[in-house]
């Protein structure tokens, strides 16, 4: 191979890499914002299981950290799945108690929603923090903090939402819903009502 052929080949795979570059970038979001809804969802649906399991309410909670200064936010980063009790304190302000179902505040499970590499370029946006199942898998009232049960939203998109395929961008944002039945449902707003499984 000559000194000229391997110029000539070097620089296809540079132009093939340069015109692949922006596909490959928005594959890397779109995985993002899918890893994201599914780690929302697989914490719901842990949460709506324990509580089937044990025939006793299970909440699951959007909250801020996983240390002891968590709050509740409707945009998360974590979420934290607990048994509530009349005596139990709430998970809000003890996320970083032990992993324990005899212990107060009885987390069973804490977990990011948002990779760390991707917290700064994921955003979420929640109806409600909280949301909790009964024995039959419904949802009910939480006890601590006290929040009626009402149907659950969550959207996950990327921090500029105008990039988002339903405001005219190219990335396929996702939405989360629960609802009062306990039904777990994720979607596609962009796509037409009707017109496929995924639509919203």
């Given amino acids: 191979m000559s000194l000229i052929e391997l110029l000539i080949g070097i620089s296809i795979v540079a132009i093939l890499l340069t015109l692949g570059a922006p596909s490959f970038g928005e594959w890397i979001k779109n ?3 899918r890893s994201t809804a599914e780690s929302l969802q697989n914490g719901i649906q842990f949460a709506r299981a324990e509580a089937v399991r044990r025939n006793s309410p299970t909440q699951f909670q959007l909250v801020t950290t996983p240390d002891s200064s968590c709050l509740l936010s409707t ?3 974590y979420w934290v799945v607990n048994l509530p009790t009349a005596t139990a ?3 809000a302000g003890a996320c ?3 992993i324990s179902d005899t212990t107060s505040p009885y987390i069973l499970q804490l977990s990011p929603v948002v990779s760390s590499t991707a917290q700064a370029s994921i955003a979420l946006s929640a109806s409600q923090s909280v949301i909790s199942f009964d024995g039959l898998g419904r949802q009910t009232a939480s006890v ?3 929040t009626p049960a009402a149907p659950l ?3 996950v998109t990327p921090s500029d939402t105008t990039t988002c395929l339903a405001n005219g961008g190219t990335l396929r944002c996702l939405q989360l819903t629960v609802t009062t039945m306990g039904q777990i449902r994720m979607c ?3 796509l037409a009502s009707g017109s496929t499984l995924t639509a919203c």
């Fill in 31 to 33: 995985t993002r914002i």
């Fill in 75 to 77: 945009a998360g980063p």
């Fill in 89 to 91: 304190t709430s998970p």
């Fill in 96 to 98: 970083g108690a032990a």
């Fill in 144 to 146: 601590n903090p006290l």
């Fill in 153 to 155: 939203t969550i959207n």
């Fill in 188 to 190: 596609d707003p962009s």
